[in-house]
């Protein structure tokens, strides 16, 4: 049986109990109070959605059959969204429910337990998902230390500011166009704000050099893929990230860095990335050049394009997606 030290040593997490019983509310609020655990309740599944949102819960305990809104839907909605869909939700079942244990699991529920409680197994459920709600914090935070890192990194160079915020946005949009599955979207925008961590590596002399770089500075440019690789490469979550990282200064000829990868072994989600990422080369002003307007810049791309160095079916679906979107009159 597990406490709320044991879950989260030095800090108290909340858990939300959803009832509309309120005896059974009030008992589960005591019982969870008493282990150190702070709770709040809901008497319904739409309360449960707006307490949800005012108090960030590390937990939801929800009963199945409610009134206006269903335990089963709270679950299915929480589970939708990207705000919430790490927040471990136990749902509660009638003790031969199987129908409800079923309908539970596709909508994304991580536990059940049945009623009447038992005070043992409630505790030990709560105290185990609790435990792993932590470590994925912990991922979190460290993922957003990561995030800031390739912020801060962007922020060397005057020119460049704002370019991860663009990348991670244009690139899921395109995914989106491409029919990607949600999984890789994040990695999109993930590898959006991460794709130039590495050049942490590089010194303002090089980075910011007005004109041509000489062939050892081109050296240390072309370095910083690979570090950007190692710097992620110690958090497991963001693994199939890395890819994005490494390959995103790859060319479909095979003349790109740093693995002179070529055709369809570059990784789809750094294919995409780097159309938008040489759009958004042309479109912005750079110590070496001027920024070009969105037909100028375009052109050249699908110059690039016959030379063999972007796929050709991502960039007509960008080429689509700039224009339909109004992003090129918009002064994108």
């Known amino acids: 049986m597990a406490s709320a030290e044991e879950a989260s040593p030095g800090r108290r997490q909340t858990i939300l109990v959803v009832e509309d019983e309120t ?51 709270v679950c299915r909605q929480l589970k939708e969204n990207p705000e919430s869909r790490l927040v471990p939700v136990v749902m509660v079942t009638g ?88 999984e890789d979207l994040l990695d999109l925008e993930r590898g959006g704000y991460l794709h130039d961590i590495g050049k942490i590596v ?11 770089l000489t062939p050892e500075e081109r050296d240390v440019m072309c370095a910083h893929p690979a570090a950007g690789e190692r710097i992620c490469q110690g958090l497991r979550s963001l693994r199939t990230v890395l890819p994005i990282i490494r390959h995103h200064h790859e060319r479909m000829d095979g003349s790109g860095y740093p693995d002179r990868l070529a055709g369809e072994d ?17 479109r912005t002003e750079r110590p070496y050049k001027r920024a070009l307007e969105p037909a100028a810049a375009l052109e050249i791309m699908r110059t690039e394009v016959d030379k063999g160095w972007w796929d050709g079916q991502i960039f007509e679906a960008f080429e689509e997606m700039i224009v339909e979107d109004g992003l090129e009159s918009s002064g994108y």
């Open 23 to 73: 005896a059974v509310r009030s008992m589960l609020q005591r019982m969870l109070e008493k282990e150190g655990f702070d709770v709040a309740t809901a008497e319904d599944g739409a309360a449960a959605l707006d307490r949800f949102s005012e108090i960030d819960p590390d937990l939801v305990l929800l009963d199945v059959r409610m009134p206006k809104l269903g335990g089963f839907e």
């Open 95 to 182: 003790l031969d429910a199987r129908a409800d244990r079923i309908t539970a699991i596709e909508a994304g529920a991580d536990d059940f337990l049945s009623k009447p409680y038992d005070r043992t197994e409630l505790l030990a459920r709560v105290g185990s998902l609790l435990r792993m709600k932590r470590y994925t914090d912990e991922l979190e935070r460290a993922e957003s230390v990561l995030m800031t890192l390739g912020r801060t990194v962007e922020e060397r160079d005057p020119y460049t500011r704002g370019h991860c915020q663009r990348l991670a946005g244009l690139a899921v949009e395109l995914g989106r166009r491409l029919g990607l599955p949600r």
């Open 202 to 212: 590089i010194p303002d002399a090089v980075l910011n050099k007005r004109g041509p």
């Open 266 to 282: 570059i990784p789809l989600p750094a294919r995409i990335l780097q159309v938008v990422d040489v759009y958004d080369a042309l």
